[in-house]
């Protein structure tokens, strides 16, 4: 069965304080691992994707890593802003279909001044 | 540029009536999807239209359930005879194609008393 499995369930970090949010998926033949950050009351805002394997983007704070089980979002030197939930989700599903996204249950960042 | 739009952003009914939920996509994005997220649980996919192709339905939960698309742009997902359990966030994306990042819209809280 596809799953998508997020750790922590919930991280308190003080500002400046660098860590990891780990997503481990068990999708086979991945096509693409998003990650999204989502605010409260709002919808899941797009961040990365990652195809292969040894790829790494990187976005102000952020930097997304990706291995053939597992993607890091590495978060240097937080801020409050960044205080959020962050989704990882990957397309499952056979067929070559690559729209029909599994999320994992998320990680809460808390960023405390 | 305007995102997705959901109306309306919060919506409390009666066991057993009837809902219309609409979703506004991206202009010139010819995917569109629909999910529930409830609360503790991840995001679940509901279903999926691209252009004039038959539509994916795979993850509507129940017969209860149906979602169309006019002209390619605007849709609306309806619930009958609705049940405590549908209560949730339904949240609509869209996307260039099917193999594009999904952009999301703030999503629709349906409360079911």
């Known amino acids: 069965e596809d799953q998508v499995t997020q750790s922590p369930e919930a991280l308190r970090l003080q500002e400046g304080e660098s860590s990891s949010l780990n997503c481990s998926y068990t999708?086979?033949?991945?096509?693409?691992l998003f990650w999204y950050r989502q605010d409260p009351g709002k919808g899941p805002e797009f961040l990365f994707t990652?195809?292969?394997a040894g790829e790494e983007k990187e976005k102000e704070r952020l930097k997304a890593t990706l291995t053939k089980k597992e993607s890091f979002l590495h978060i240097t030197a937080p801020k409050p802003e960044d205080s959020a939930t962050y989704l990882c989700?990957?397309?499952f599903g056979g067929g070559g279909s690559n729209y029909k996204l599994t999320f994992g249950k998320g990680t809460l960042l808390t960023v405390n001044p | 540029g305007a995102g997705v739009s959901q109306s309306p952003s919060n919506k409390v009914t009666e066991k057993g009536k009837d809902v219309e939920l609409r979703c506004d996509p991206i202009?010139?994005?010819?995917?569109l999807y629909w999910y529930r997220q409830s609360l503790g649980q991840g995001l679940e996919f509901l279903i999926y239209?691209?252009?004039?192709?038959?539509?994916?339905k795979s993850g509507l939960p129940s017969d209860r359930f149906s979602a169309e698309r006019t002209g390619g742009s605007v849709s609306t997902l309806t619930i009958q005879r609705t049940q405590q359990e549908d209560s949730a966030v339904y949240l609509c994306?869209?996307?260039?194609?099917?193999?594009?990042?999904?952009?999301f819209g703030d999503g629709t809280r349906l409360s079911i008393l």
């Open positions: 994306a869209s996307s260039f194609t099917g193999a594009q990042p999904q952009h």
């Open positions: 999708v086979s033949g991945l096509r693409g």
């Open positions: 990652l195809y292969s």
């Open positions: 989700a990957a397309p």
């Open positions: 202009s010139g994005h010819t995917a």
């Open positions: 239209f691209q252009g004039n192709s038959a539509p994916d």
